[in-house]
């Protein structure tokens, strides 16, 4: 029996950012297969663009970085994507694999440039989160195991590097297909970490994930913000309006953004979950973060065809 590859809709990704030594910067993805059967890690597991490694540029015709030569021949599937002996992901087990750059230039006049964002498999729009981009990117092969812990990996950034002080909550638990909604940020427990108190113009981090596996992590910030202006790159982060923030009565996310990969007419079952970062003792930046809230999202064709025939 053949296995199929990977896909989005099979394995929950998460990340972590890391600076490392010689200037590195890693992005380092966790794939756990939450399905039935085994896949296969191949070249279809890092996305059907088949390069996911290409961060978005803060000008539409700056330098554009390439993979290596390794890199290349492994996600455009001209080389092996993987050694043999972990190249299938079984049920309920994890696996991960990095993407890499250096930070600073190995020559002085060598250009580099701001990331915005990286695309896949996690599309991270956060661009406080990620270090410049001065080289070639390197794409590693698949390694079984879960993420290495923080320790291993001298992490700067983590998704859950500390317990969850936030709640996350929804008016409804059910919506109709295509219909709009709100999200609401408050603190967890009456007496938080006072960081995260003390912070009354908060930059968040809001991650959704989709029925069909797509995943999206990016940075947000409280209601009301401007919208998306015609012309606008399609990462642009909303700019928020800074009005003091009340964390005992909470504020409203808008989770609709412009470009998103979410698209805004949803279907079937969406998670959500909010991340704040926080400095640390040891000066590296670590997020607390919220429940993760499950929202469904109902075909309302059935409900319009009953109201018609009623009328």
């Known amino acids: 029996m053949t296995l199929e590859g990977c896909r989005a809709v099979d394995v929950d990704t998460s990340f972590q950012l890391t600076s490392g030594t010689d200037d590195e910067f890693t992005v380092v993805f966790g794939m756990r297969n939450t399905t039935g059967r085994a896949c296969m890690l191949d070249r279809g597991s890092y996305g059907a663009n088949g390069s996911p490694t290409v961060p978005d540029r803060t000008e539409p015709w700056g330098k554009v970085f390439v993979l290596d030569p390794d890199s290349n021949n492994r996600v455009w599937g001209t080389g092996r994507t993987a050694e043999q002996s972990v190249a299938v992901l079984d049920p309920g087990k994890y696996a991960y694999f990095t993407i ?21 498999p996690v599309q991270i729009v956060a661009p406080s989160l990620l270090k410049p981009l001065c080289s070639e990117i390197s794409v590693s092969s698949f390694a079984l195991g879960s993420i290495p812990n923080p320790a291993e990996l001298k992490a700067e950034a983590g998704q859950n590097s500390n317990p969850q002080i936030l709640a996350l909550t929804s008016k409804r638990s059910t919506y109709h297909e295509g219909e709009g909604l709100l999200l609401h940020v408050s603190l967890a427990t009456a007496d938080p970490a006072s960081l995260v108190r003390q912070d009354t113009h908060p930059t968040v981090y809001l991650q959704q994930r989709s029925s ?13 913000h401007r919208g998306c202006q015609p012309g606008d790159p399609h990462v642009r982060i909303t700019a928020p309006i800074l009005e003091d923030i009340d964390w005992e009565k909470g504020f409203d996310l808008d989770p609709d953004f412009c470009g998103s990969v979410i698209r805004p007419k949803r279907r079937a079952d969406y998670s959500f979950q909010v991340f704040k970062a926080i400095v640390s003792s040891d000066s590296g930046i670590r997020f607390v973060h919220s429940n993760v809230l499950h929202v469904q999202f109902d075909d309302a064709t059935p409900t319009l065809r009953l109201g018609a025939e009623h009328q």
């Open 212 to 224: 069909d596996g797509t995943t999206e992590f990016r940075a947000t910030g409280p209601l009301p």
């Open 100 to 120: 890499r750059w250096k930070t600073k230039p190995s020559r002085q006049n060598d250009p580099c440039v701001q990331p915005i964002a990286v695309s896949w």
